[in-house]
C-alpha cells in the first residue's frame, strides 16, 4: 500500500512530525539522507503507526500515493534547496512539497514561484513549538497555493494543538505568508522572553529577594491575565536549583543571550516595512548588548549616580511591574500584528491577523490566555489600525499606565536597564500624542536638504529658501 504522506529529514523535529502523523492513523512514508536516522525511528517508534521507510528518494517518492504530499523538514537554507532539488525531478504535476523548516520567507516566495512554473505546489510552512510540540501538537502556519490546503489542512489540524477543540492550524497566505508570520511569531516570543527578564530583574534588584522567591510569583501571575507558557516556565526555571553548586540555577547560567536571527530577521523586516516594532528591536539589541563582552567589560567603570532602592510597599511594587509586564507585552503584539498587517498589503496575502492569533493559542512557545482577547478584537474589526486602540485593550493597558509610567521611572532612577519596558512606554506615547516633535526634523530636513515639508494649514508641498543669515528669504 502506498503512503498518504511522506516527510524526508529525520532529526528530532522531522522524527517527531512523523510519528505525531503516524499516531493519528496516517501511513507515512519516511526518508532521511543518511539512512541510519530511517531506521532507528522505524526501531524505536515503528509500533506507534505505520511507516514505509525508503533508502534512496527515488523509493521514497514511489512509495506515497498521488497526488503526493512530502514534507522537508531538514536545516534551512542550502539544505532545503538541496532536497528540493533531488526530490522535484521525481515529482508529477500537482504534488505538494511542504517546507516545514525554519525558512526564511523571502526563499520560500522564490521557492514557491519557481516550483509553480513546473506545476509543483510548493507549502512553506511555520512550525512551532520545538520538538515537543511537533510530537503532542504545534501551532502550524501553511502558506502557498490555497488549493493544497484542500488536501492538506485536514492532516494538519489533526496533528496540530487543539484549543478547546479548536486546532492551532489554518492557512496563512500564498507564497511566503506561512513563514513570515512564523518569523514574526518569533520576534513576539523575544520581546515576551525580554520583558519577563526585565520584570525579573526589577523584582530581584527592588525587592532583593531570592530566583526561588521570584518564581512564585510568577507562578501567581500565571493564574491571571498573564497566563502563559512563557511566565509558567519562567516559574519553573527560577525555582530551579543547579544539582552541582545547590544554587539557584539562573544565577549559574552565564548573562550573555544567543539567538538564531529569526529576531534579527523580523527586525530588518520591520526597517523594510517602516514599521515601528520597538519591543521586538529593543529584545533583539538586549541579547545583543548582553554578548557585547569588550563593550561591557570597558563600560564597568561608568559611573551610575544612581539612587538606592527603598520599596516601603511589597506587594504594590509587585502589582506594579506585573501591569508593566502586561501594558509592554500588549505593546510588542501590537507591534507584531502592524508588522503582519503591513506585510500583508505590501505582498497581497490577505492574511487574518484574528486567525493567526487564534493559531498561536496553544502548540507553539507565545501560547498565552490573552491571544483569545487579540481574537476577539480582530473580529470586532478586521482592518483595526491599532490593536491598543481596541477598546478591551485601551481599557487594560489604560488601567495600568501609571503603574508602568512607575516603574520605568523607578528603573531609570536606580539605573536598572529596562529597554523594552522603556521603549513600549515610548511607543505608547508616542501613538497616543497630539503631536510629535516630527515638525521640527522635517524643518530641519528642508533646511539642510531642500526636501520640503507640509503645513498645518493648507495643502500642498513647501521648501522655504533658507538664506546664509538663517533668516527665511521672503519672496
Ligand atoms: P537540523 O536543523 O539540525 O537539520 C538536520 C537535518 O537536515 C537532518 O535530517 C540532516 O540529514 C538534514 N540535512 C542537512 Br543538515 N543537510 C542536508 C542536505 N544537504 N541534504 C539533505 N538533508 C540534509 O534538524 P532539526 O533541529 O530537526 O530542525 C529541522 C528544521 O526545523 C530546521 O529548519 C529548523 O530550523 C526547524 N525548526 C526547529 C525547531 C526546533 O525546536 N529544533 C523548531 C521549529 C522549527 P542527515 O541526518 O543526513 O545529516
Known sequence: DLAQIGVTGLAVMGRNLARNIARHGYSVAIHNRSFGRTQSLV?????????????????FVASIERPRKIIIMVKAGAATDAVIDELVPLLDQGDILIDAGNAHFPDTIRRENALAAQGIHFVGMGVSGGEEGALNGPSIMPG??????????????????????????TYVGPDGAGHFVKMVHNGIEYADMQLIAEAYDLLRQGLGISAAEIGEIFAQWNNGDLESFLIEITADVLSHIDAETGKAFVDIVLDQAEQKGTGRWTVQ?????????????????????????????????????????????????????????????????SQGFDQIAAASAEHNWNIDRGAMARIWRGGCIIRARFLNRITEAYERDADLPLLLADPYFTQ??????????????????????????????????????????????????????????????????FHTEWSGDRSEIQE
Open 43 to 59: 526501531a524505536d517508534h515503528g509500533d506507534e503507526g505505520t511507516f514505509i521507510p525508503s533508502e534512496s528518494a527515488a523509493d
Open 144 to 169: 502557498g497555493a490555497p488549493e493544497s490546503y484542500t488536501t492538506l489542512g485536514p492532516i494538519l489540524e489533526d496533528i496540530s494543538a487543539k484549543v478547546d477543540g479548536v486546532p492551532c492550524a
Open 396 to 461: 487594560i493597558v489604560g488601567d495600568g499606565v501609571s503603574a508602568w509610567r512607575r516603574i520605568v521611572a523607578l528603573a531609570a532612577t536606580n539605573g536598572v536597564p529596562t529597554p523594552a519596558f522603556s521603549s513600549s512606554l515610548a511607543y505608547y506615547d508616542g501613538v497616543r500624542a497630539a503631536g510629535l516633535p516630527a515638525n521640527l526634523i522635517q524643518a530641519q530636513r528642508d533646511f539642510f536638504g531642500a526636501h520640503t515639508y507640509r503645513r498645518t494649514d493648507k495643502e500642498g508641498t
Open 269 to 333: 523586516n520591520a526597517l523594510d516595512l517602516g514599521v515601528p516594532i520597538t519591543g521586538i528591536a529593543e529584545a533583539t539589541f538586549a541579547r545583543a548588548l548582553s554578548g557585547s563582552v569588550p563593550q561591557r567589560t570597558a563600560g564597568r567603570v561608568l559611573p551610575a549616580n544612581a539612587g538606592e532602592w527603598n520599596v516601603t510597599d511589597r506587594d504594590a511594587f509587585i502589582e506594579d511591574v506585573r501591569q508593566a509586564l502586561y501594558a509592554s507585552k500588549v505593546v510588542a503584539y
